[in-house]
Structures are given as structure tokens and as C-alpha cells.
């Protein structure tokens, strides 16, 4: 391993360390040497940096700013003089004022100078009187010749001379930025021009070629043995060498893009983390899970098999008896009509012969009304069977009655052998143990299909899967796979929904109605209770994230609410716990009606509080309820249309807020206070701006006030997502219930990234250069990646947002799909000269503007009275200059801001370079101000092309001065032509030490 001085040591033999300051024999400083190092520094640096470019021109658009507010200023001056000009002002006769000011001044003067002692107070004396009037008179006569406004102006006179030396210097100073500005424009072009490789070549190109000729030289003169002496260094300088080759010698001047090839893809590792694969369900709130269609299939990473999921069927709408039939056999209930059936030895029958139900689905309520069959006798009942057909008979079909037992043992099947009497034996499958499961000898056995559908007494039991059961009369047929249940005595009577696919979404409940007293007698008798009720409940994302978790810890589940109506406020009610208010603004206003038409008035009221389209609410005053949209708002005024017409009042009380219109299974949001959680909507409310809720809110008001609230209202989502924090995480979802949760039968999704690893090393790759991904079009990206970081050697790039991880990246390939890096700064100035030459393509940045300027000037320089028009005409000539230089003009005028030059150049800005800090530093160090200059312009070629004399104005002029005398000036009076036409023998340059301090202390 080489030693970080060994590196230093060779780096130094090719790459220049610092800047030489030798002298000649003489002692004089070889100031051509030092330029040659600052030049070849100043390639290194565009070399090794290809930003410093983009931040030349970017300190060259700071620059021409600064001389564009100059330009601003004289523009203004030069309006400023036109508004002057074209001022009426009066012929000053009298002095007479400014005269006896002057001497009243002398007296004041004389007065003082003779006083002794302590002088009383001046502006009682008569003569300052008299000083006062006149100045007074002459501010208020003479002196108004030049006030305007309240300012001190010009004198038409004094602008009418100023003019045309203002004109010429707005002239020459808009030459130079258009100059300027043209520079900027062609910068890049210019910079791509120049050989930057052959200045490098003559340094450290030159010195790494030395070097190896050097040890080449060196090896062949000596001996195998003894060249293994010198391999270290050797290799140590050839390595050094390579290196400086990569990074000098490729110069392909600057491109918008970076020259890339190959395949790119996502990338991570232990450091480079990916984001799991998520897929956000694409339908909320409520899922309608049935038996049967309840398996969910999640398929994590590529090459994994799939997780089976079982979702639990949502609660169907069920209504349990309290009172279970008759134990006797046969069992059943009492039912009567008030005549039969008559009991023994007299008296009255029962009448409990009617069953009232009431089906509701969102806010559709039906009422069914069931006659019961009536008893026999006292001992012969009503089997609960019977009791069931007579409902069944009278509800819709997604409502059945049926008995039921409580509790029930077994549902399952058995098979059933045939049998020439009425007993037989029911085996069930072998993982059955009847007595295990409780099964007792005494039970009934229900057989609800088949050709032996009926209700059977269980024997015994035979063996652990097989029992014995028992008919009163006939035979069994053999029966396989028989659907049965098996409970003890004293069956109950069940009323449920039997639909889940309509009934489920539409929430449908069941509630027990007793209009009369027959009825409420029936329910008693079969045990319901009057206003009970049940309600079919869709799982909710909760429920189902719930049950998932239970089953596997490979995949992440959870509940995600999309908010739907945000920044809204909530307010309880005190009268309905269930129910919530929205608005968006509440007062007070006058109400008048033009019959359903609504006008409120308040001062209050204005187009930043309520908006055309909004629901208003009336919730006091003459009517209450009555809800509108609203149409126009106005200052202090608003305008509804109101679902009906109404009374006018001097004074309502009213909400205004967004149209809610809430579903089913919505969640209400309230964030703070007492109520903070989230709350499952019933659906909409008693206005449009209330919604009904599922549970209560905890608290409804303080005092007599009712609570308010931040509340939003939104749906909810699940979020399935992998764990994997690779490039390999995926997840699919599939199976009978992935319909529950997305629209297509099976939905994946690859994670994301923000690494992609591209094929080659990053050379001049910065933060904010853009990774452009091309689909379909080669013209407009489909996807646009900002960079991050770059890791060059890696190589790999970190962009936002991130990328999927599946993606492949082509890059260097047409036609699309591929994939190239945009250098932002290369963009960015592609954007800056496209404005700059739109700007130099304006009538104001042409020569024959200002010709034709005179046209509008010369009219006020030339009369002593010029007319308003033509005053206005010079103004609105510079006016339209101002709008094409400024921000402020465009807009004063009209005009697109984007369009100016000042939009142009604070629009443009390039991260810093510090090394070209550093060497603009030194330029200014060494005074070379014209190199500096030129380069701060852009003029990249004649930066790079200076002598050592060119590089300061000074010296350039001594270089002029020197031509001079060497060229034109006489030096002898014989033989002046050997002087010019002669062959020069030596020429030398003197320092000029006034200029030159170079060698002074601390240089």
C-alpha cells in the first residue's frame, strides 16, 4: 500500500501545485511563467469542474443586472427630464421680492452685529418680518417654477438642456448590455470552442509524458534484477498517470446530457434501503365478505408462493327468540286467535295470533305483519317450524324465519344408512367425537335437506363418529353427506337476512314492531321484545386488518384515511348526540324571501368568506332547516336558492359550508377536545350540512353552548404492503375476495427506490440534475427524477421521488424506451439563452431604436411649449424600453414580466464552485482586470487566447504603446527604415514596477 506523501509526491510531478513566481538573472519577476501557471489552472478547473462554466455566466448575469439598475436609474432621470419639458411654468419679471428679502437680511445682519448682550427674540423684529413675507412671496411667486407635486423639479429650460446628454447616455449604456447580453447568449458556444485539452497538454499532459519517458529511459539501462527495484515507484507514477489521463484528457465540451450507455437499474443493499411494495385498496369504507367468496390470496417478492387468507363473513341482520318452544313432544307454542284454542272446563283463549316486522334499507322502512297459524288444542302447539313457514310466508325473500338451537352442538353433514324401521344410525366424518363435542343421548337431530329433511331424536351414541337416532313413524332412505345440526330440545325461533350481496352494502336492518296488543302478545310468546333490532354490518377495514393480522406477520396491513372535506368545523348537537354539523363560516344576518329566492344581509358577509356553490343552512329564526345553495355573494350581501320558500326575518342565525352529500360506512374525523377520534357515518343528516352517525359523539356542549370542532370527512382505505426493503419486494393481491378491496381480480405493485445504479462512472453529476425516463415519446419525458446524491464510483445515483423498482433503464438507446441524465445546469442555461435572444430579438434591443427615439425627442428639446401628445409620445416610447428591461414596467405596462430582461437573470442561478472562486481570486490578485472581464462576459475563446500583456487593461495599453514606438516613431535621423523594416536582433519586457508589486514583501 502507497503512503498518502507517496500519492501527494507523484500527483505533484504531473498536476501543477501551485502557481510559479521565478525571476530571470536580472531579478526581475518572470511574470510570463506565473501567467502561464494561472492560465493552465484556469483549464484545470473547467476540466475537473463542469459547472464553472454555467457559474462564469451565472456571476456574468450578476454583473449585467448591476448595470441594468444602472440603466433603470438614467431611463428614470431621462423621464423624469421628459416630464419637465413638457411642464408650463412663468416668465419670472419681478425680483422685487428676492431683493427686499436681501435686505431685510442685511438689516437683520446689522442689527446683530451691534447689539450688546443678551438679543430678545428674532422673529419679532420688523426687519425678519419683512424677511418672512418676502421669502414667502418669492416660494410662492418665482420659486413655483419648480415644484410639481409636492417635489422639486426641473425647470422645463434646464431639461430641454439635459435631454439630449441624458438620451446619449441611456444610448450607450443600453449598447453595452445588449452587447453584453449577446455575449451571455452565445457563452456555451463559445466555451465549446475552445481546445481546453491542448492548454492541458502543454502542462500536465506534457509533465505525465516526461515522467514515463523518464522510467522507461530509466528501466532499459539496467538490469532485470535491479528493475524490480524501481517497480513501486514506477507503478505509483504509471497509476498516477492513468488517472490524470481520465480526468484532463477527456474533455467533450459541454453537453446537456451525460454521456451514459447501457442498462441502469433500481438498486439497494444494507445501506441502500428500498420501500416495501404497498397496494392502497381502490375501494373504501365497507366490504360486503360473503362465505364462500371470503379467500384472499397475497402474493409477497418474486418467486414466493402465495399466503391464503381467510376473511371472516360480515354480520348479517339477525333476531333471536328469548323463549325456546315446548320441550314436549312434540313441542311448539301457544298461539291463539281470542277463540281457539279454548281452554278446559272454559274461559278465554289467548290472542297472540300476529307478528309485526320492520325491514329498512338506508332510509326505506317496510312493515310486514305475519299471521300465526293457531294452536290445535292446548297440548297439540304450534311447532316453531310452522311458526317459521307463517313468517316466511309473509316477509320479502332476503328475510327468513327458521328454528334454531341454542346452543347448537354441531353443523355439519352425516350420512344416513336406509333403514326398515324408524331407527337408524348417522355417521359423521372421522375427525368427529360426538360425545366430545357434547352431544347428548336426548337431543334433536335437524336434517334441513334431502330425502330425509326432518326433525329426529338422537338415540345414543354408537361410536365417537356415529349416533343412533329415531323417528316416530316410517323408515330412513339412505342419504349421503346429509346437511344437518344437532342441539338439545327447546329450539328457538330466528329471524335474519338471508342476502348478503343486497342487503350488506345497503346496511339492511330488522326491528320488531308492536302496533297492538295482539302483536305484542305474539312477540312475547315466541320471546321478542318490541323495538328490538339487528343491522347487517359490512366488515370495515379495521375489521378486516384486524383478522388478517391474526393469520400471518409476513405482510403489513393498515387502515388509511383519505380525507374528503377538510378544513371544516364541526359542532355537536345537543339534542342529537348522532348527529354532527359542518360549516365553513356561521353568523348572523337579515332574511328577506322572494318566495324560495334568499337574500341575507350583513356586513360581514363577503367573497372571502362564503362562496357561490356552497349549501347555507337556517338554523334559528323564522325557519329553521330550510337549506339553499348559494348563487351570488357580494360585498355585504349574499343571494340562495333555497329548496322552498320561507319568511322573512330581521335576524337569522345560519351555516354555510361545502356540499357533504355523506355515504354510508364514511368516516367523520374530529381532531382536538373531548370528541378527538373517528367516528363511521350512518348517512346524511337532517340538513345537508349534518351527518348522521353510528356512535355518539362523547360530548356535545359546555354550559349552553354546543361544541365545536375541527372535523374533516373521508374515506378509508387498506394499505396491503411487503416488508422486504429490497428491490425484489412485490405484492399482489388475488383470490375470490381480492374484488372486496380492488376492481380488478388481481392487483400488484412493486416497492420503490430512490438508488438506481447506472452502467458507468458519474462524471459531473450534481445535485439537481434530472434523471428522464422516455416511454413512448423521444421528445417528453414520461417521468422525471430529481438527483439527490451521486456516489461516482459506486456509481450510483439517489433521486426523488423514488423510482419502482421493477423499472429497467436503457440509456444511450433510441428509440424510446430509454433513459439519459439531464444536467440541470445545461437545461437551465438552454432556458436562459432561449429568453436572452428572444430579448435581443425585441425592437428595443435593435440600434434603430434610439435613432428613432430622436423622432420622439427632438420635438421637446426643440420647441419651448411642446404639446401634451407629443410629451406623452416620448413617454410611452420609453415606457415600452422599461417594460422590456423590468418587472415593474412590464406589469405598469401591461405586459408579460417574463418576457424582460430582468425575468431572465434573476431567473438563472448556478451552485457555487469554489475553485473558481478561488481563481477568479487570483486574477484580481495579480490585476489581471481585463482577463477577469472577459471571462465574467463569457468570451471563453479571447479569455483563453490573452497574453500575459492582454491580460490587464495596462498592459494591454503598454503592449499598444510599445507597437507604437517600435512601428512610427523615429529613432535616429539616418537609416529610419532599417528602424521599421529591419530584422529584429532581441525584445524584452521591462517590468514597470509602479504596476508590478509582485515582488514586493508579502507577494
Not at 461516482?792 to 438507446?813: D, V, W
Request: net charge neutral; with cysteine.
Amino acid at each position: 500500500m502507497y503512503r498518502p506523501e507517496e500519492i501527494q509526491a507523484a500527483v505533484e510531478k504531473l498536476v501543477r501545485p501551485s502557481i510559479r513566481r521565478p525571476v530571470d538573472a536580472l531579478g526581475a519577476r518572470r511574470t510570463d511563467v506565473s501567467f502561464d501557471d494561472l492560465q493552465e489552472a484556469a483549464a484545470g478547473v473547467f476540466l475537473l469542474h463542469p459547472n464553472a462554466p454555467y457559474r462564469v455566466i451565472f456571476l456574468g448575469a450578476q454583473r449585467l443586472r448591476e448595470a441594468l439598475a444602472a440603466e433603470v436609474t438614467l431611463l428614470q432621470q431621462v423621464l423624469d427630464a421628459i416630464e419637465a419639458a413638457g411642464r408650463h411654468t412663468t416668465p419670472i419679471t419681478d425680483l422685487s421680492s428676492l431683493s427686499n428679502a436681501t435686505a431685510a437680511l442685511n438689516e437683520i445682519e446689522a442689527v446683530s452685529a451691534n447689539r450688546a448682550g443678551a438679543s430678545r427674540n428674532i422673529a419679532r423684529t420688523a426687519a425678519y418680518q419683512r424677511f418672512d413675507a418676502n421669502v414667502a412671496a418669492f416660494l410662492a411667486g418665482p420659486a413655483a417654477n419648480i415644484r410639481a407635486g409636492g417635489a422639486i423639479v426641473q425647470t422645463p429650460e434646464q431639461a430641454r438642456r439635459a435631454l439630449p446628454g441624458l438620451v446619449a447616455d441611456l444610448r450607450e449604456r443600453h449598447v453595452a448590455i445588449v452587447r453584453a447580453a449577446t455575449y451571455l447568449a452565445g457563452a456555451i458556444d463559445d466555451y465549446a470552442s475552445v481546445n481546453l485539452p491542448s492548454l492541458v497538454a502543454r502542462g500536465t499532459l506534457g509533465r505525465s509524458r516526461s515522467v514515463l519517458t523518464a522510467h522507461t529511459k530509466s528501466m532499459a539501462t539496467v538490469s532485470s534484477d535491479a528493475r524490480l527495484e524501481k517497480l513501486r515507484a514506477v507503478t505509483l507514477d504509471v497509476l498516477a498517470t492513468r488517472a490524470v489521463l481520465k480526468a484532463f484528457g477527456s474533455f467533450s465540451g459541454p453537453s446537456e446530457f451525460l454521456p451514459l450507455s447501457g442498462v441502469g437499474r433500481p438498486y439497494s443493499d444494507a445501506t441502500h434501503l428500498a420501500t416495501p411494495a404497498a397496494l392502497t385498496s381502490e375501494k373504501f369504507n365497507a366490504y360486503a365478505i360473503m362465505a364462500g367468496e371470503n379467500v384472499l390470496e397475497i402474493a409477497l417478492d418474486e418467486g414466493n408462493p402465495p399466503i391464503a387468507l381467510i376473511l371472516p363473513p360480515s354480520t348479517m341482520a339477525s333476531l333471536d327468540g328469548g323463549t325456546p318452544e315446548s320441550e314436549g313432544s312434540p313441542g311448539g307454542f301457544l298461539i291463539g286467535d281470542g277463540t281457539n284454542p279454548i281452554p278446559p272446563g272454559g274461559g278465554t283463549a289467548p290472542k297472540n295470533n300476529k307478528f309485526v316486522l320492520d325491514v329498512s334499507a338506508g332510509r326505506v322502512s317496510t312493515t310486514y305483519t305475519a299471521n300465526l297459524t293457531v294452536s290445535a288444542s292446548l297440548t297439540a302447539l304450534t311447532p316453531v317450524e310452522q311458526i317459521a313457514q307463517d313468517l316466511n310466508a309473509a316477509l320479502p325473500p332476503g328475510v327468513r324465519a327458521r328454528a334454531v338451537f341454542v346452543p347448537r352442538r354441531y353443523a355439519g353433514t352425516v350420512d344416513v344408512a336406509a333403514s326398515s324401521g324408524p331407527e337408524t344410525s348417522a355417521t359423521a366424518s372421522p375427525a368427529t367425537d360426538f360425545g366430545a363435542i357434547g352431544v347428548l343421548a336426548g337431543d334433536l337431530l335437524s336434517v334441513s335437506a334431502g330425502p330425509n329433511e326432518g326433525l329426529f331424536r338422537v338415540q345414543g351414541i354408537a361410536s365417537p363418529r356415529e349416533l343412533r337416532i329415531a323417528r316416530d313413524t316410517g323408515v330412513f332412505l339412505a342419504q349421503a353427506a346429509a346437511p344437518c345440526e344437532i342441539g338439545p330440545r327447546g329450539r328457538r325461533l330466528r329471524i335474519a337476512c338471508v342476502d348478503p350481496k343486497s342487503q350488506l352494502p345497503a346496511a339492511t336492518t330488522l326491528t320488531v314492531r308492536a302496533p297492538d296488543d295482539v302483536a305484542r302478545a305474539g312477540e312475547a310468546t315466541l320471546g321478542f321484545v318490541p323495538g328490538l333490532a339487528s343491522e347487517c354490518s359490512p366488515s370495515t377495514p379495521g375489521d378486516v386488518t384486524d383478522r388478517i393480522r391474526e393469520q400471518t406477520a409476513a405482510l403489513a396491513v393498515n387502515v388509511q384515511y383519505l380525507p374528503l372535506v377538510e378544513g371544516t368545523t364541526g359542532r355537536a348537537s345537543r339534542t342529537n348526540p348522532f348527529q354532527v354539523a359542518f360549516f365553513t363560516y356561521t353568523g348572523s344576518a337579515s332574511a328577506v324571501f322572494q318566495g324560495s329566492v334568499l337574500t341575507l344581509v350583513s356586513p360581514v358577509l363577503t367573497p372571502d368568506v362564503v362562496a357561490v356553490g356552497q349549501r347555507i343552512v337556517l338554523r334559528a329564526g323564522a325557519n329553521p332547516g330550510l337549506s339553499g345553495t348559494i348563487t351570488t355573494v357580494a360585498q355585504g350581501t349574499l343571494t340562495a336558492t333555497m329548496v322552498a320558500p320561507g319568511a322573512s326575518s330581521p335576524k337569522v342565525l345560519f351555516d354555510v359550508g361545502p356540499d357533504l352529500a355523506p355515504q354510508a360506512h364514511q368516516t367523520v374525523r374530529v381532531t382536538g377536545g373531548p370528541n378527538q377520534g373517528d367516528y363511521p357515518v350512518r348517512g346524511p343528516g337532517d340538513t345537508p350540512l349534518d351527518i348522521a352517525l353510528r356512535r355518539s359523539l362523547l360530548v356535545v356542549g359546555q354550559g349552553a353552548e354546543s361544541l365545536t370542532f375541527s372535523a374533516s370527512l373521508g374515506n378509508t382505505a387498506i394499505v396491503f404492503a411487503a416488508t422486504s426493503r429490497t428491490t425484489a419486494s412485490r405484492v399482489e393481491v388475488r383470490g375470490a375476495a381480492a374484488s372486496l378491496f380492488f376492481v380488478a381480480p388481481a392487483t400488484a405493485n412493486y416497492g420503490t427506490t430512490a438508488y438506481v445504479r447506472v452502467p458507468q462512472p458519474l462524471r459531473g453529476v450534481s445535485v439537481g440534475d434530472l434523471l428522464e425516463v422516455y416511454a413512448d415519446d423521444y421528445q417528453s419525458p414520461s417521468q422525471l427524477f430529481r438527483i439527490e446524491d451521486a456516489e461516482s464510483q459506486a456509481p450510483i445515483l439517489r433521486i426523488s421521488p423514488e423510482i419502482r423498482s421493477n423499472t429497467t433503464l436503457r440509456f444511450g438507446e433510441e428509440p424510446p424506451p430509454f433513459a439519459r441524465v439531464r444536467f440541470a445546469r445545461g437545461a437551465a442555461f438552454a432556458t436562459l439563452e432561449r429568453r436572452l435572444r428572444t430579448w435581443l430579438a425585441l425592437p428595443s434591443s435593435n440600434p434603430s431604436f434610439f435613432t428613432d427615439l430622436h423622432r420622439y425627442i427632438n420635438p421637446l428639446t426643440a420647441s419651448a411649449n411642446p404639446t401634451a401628445t407629443q410629451v406623452g409620445a416620448a413617454r410611452d416610447r420609453l415606457a415600452a424600453l422599461l417594460a422590456d428591461l423590468t418587472l415593474v414596467g412590464a406589469t405598469t405596462r401591461g405586459a408579460a414580466p417574463t418576457a424582460t430582461l430582468e425575468f431572465s437573470l434573476t431567473s438563472y442561478a448556478v451552485e457555487p464552485v469554489a475553485a473558481l472562486d478561488t481563481l477568479l481570486r487570483s486574477y484580481k490578485e495579480k490585476g489581471a482586470d481585463r482577463a477577469s472581464d472577459l471571462l465574467l462576459q463569457g468570451q471563453f475563446s479571447a479569455f483563453f487566447g490573452l497574453s500575459v500583456d492582454d491580460a490587464s487593461y495596462a498592459g494591454a495599453m503598454q503592449a499598444r504603446m510599445r507597437e507604437v514606438v517600435q512601428q512610427d516613431v523615429s529613432l535616429r535621423k539616418t537609416d529610419r527604415a532599417d528602424v521599421v523594416q529591419g530584422r529584429s536582433i532581441v525584445t524584452a519586457a521591462s517590468p514597470d514596477y509602479e504596476q508590478d508589486v509582485s515582488d514586493s514583501a508579502g507577494q
